[in-house]
């Protein structure tokens, strides 16, 4: 897997592009393996059948040198599964148990687990696997979810990784343990980019950065000369859109991640807000104020003429597609205070949706396409959802400040950003459908704006 190195434009810094993770065939396990698994849906707001799942170390056929995390294969295989343990115990379905509560596992035994032992710890789920160093310096990361109930083996998947780029197998085999046993589309080997804050509360400077799902492999892009806003990831995560200002003049820009070409897509003199984009990546919504009157435009993604599609007296702000892109959500004051609207892609047939009380803003279509993520502002700030039609609202969250929601790939979680009351630090935080599992991912610096995208190739 070669990594390429672009560079961006002024104002940016050097970052590696992603390429498709190498799979490998693994060897069939000696259990017999099963037609049918568990599977299930978390799409409503019950909660979910909690599974206890084992997630011993990853053994190794022979403990050598490597440039991963830990310094060797066996230290590595330490660190893959506490990985694995990590992102299925914080999405809120299961009840893992990690490598640093149980035994380890001989490496012959990855492929003829001894269920009875598995049994006696009252585990119905299992999930093992290796770490092998190859010839070249690469790695070798196999991943075996077993039933331990029925003796069989349900999944397997294994990747061939640079040693930098280890934890991408483990998210790997994380997505692969989820999806098979919740019959959900998986979400941890993502990537979301957010704005890290710095500096005082009125004078902020706020730079584009990009981290893993987890909170790991922390990058900045931009270097801060020019305040960067509102990020998000293209439908196919091959490029990135976000507002810039650079001495009061507002510029969306869209980066393409893999070759590092800079495209202005539009400038103004005007106030610009929160560009996003289309399902089918051909278009940027944005919203531009021009003589107090603020109304959502349609652009080319390459740039070129913009059309308007709203044209009411106040402020409409902040558009968001449905994913078949028959549709947009968007916030407007026409009615006296921000409310959620729906039009269709045309910009046609716009109808009030929120009748819920108090106000509500910057709402983000679920990529189901079944709800709507929104900040409800009725005393303090929170994180709500409803469905397209303005029905079922509930509150997922209850601080003070929480505002500006995205959503995980599969639309399980969604992320926000928070604002201590007082000291005006911000951090990312998400929570689950439940409302119940909420937890900050860390940051080296202050964070808001966060942004989900797809999972990677």
Known sequence: MKLRFLVLAAGLVSIPALVAAQQVTLPTSAAEPAEEGLTGSVSDENEWQDLGIAIPAFPTNSSVATEATGGTTEALGKNVARVVFNDLKNNGLFKPLGPDQLPAVAFPQVAAPTFDTWRGRSAEMLVQGFVKANPD?????????????????????????KPDEWRRAAHKCADMVYSRLSGESPFFDSKIAYIAETGPKDRRRKQLAIMDSDGANHRFITNGQATALTPRYSPDYSKIVYLSYLNGAPRIYVYNIGSGQQTLVTSSTNPTFAPRWSPDGKYILYSMAIAGNTDIYRVPATGGTSTRLTDSPGIDVGGSYSPDGSKIVFESDRSGGQQLYVMNADGSNQKRISFFGGRAATPEWSPRGDQIAFTHMAGNFKIAV??????GMRSLTDSWQDEAPTWSPNGRIVQFFRTERGSGKTGIWQVDLTGRNERKLNT??????????PVLP
């Open 444 to 453: 080296p610096v202050d964070g808001s704006d966060p942004a989900w995208g």
């Open 386 to 391: 409803t469905d397209p039609y303005g029905k």
């Open 137 to 161: 310096g690469r790695l070798t990361v196999g991943c075996y979810l077993y039933d331990v109930a029925l003796g069989s083996e349900l999944a397997r998947q294994g990747y061939v990784v």
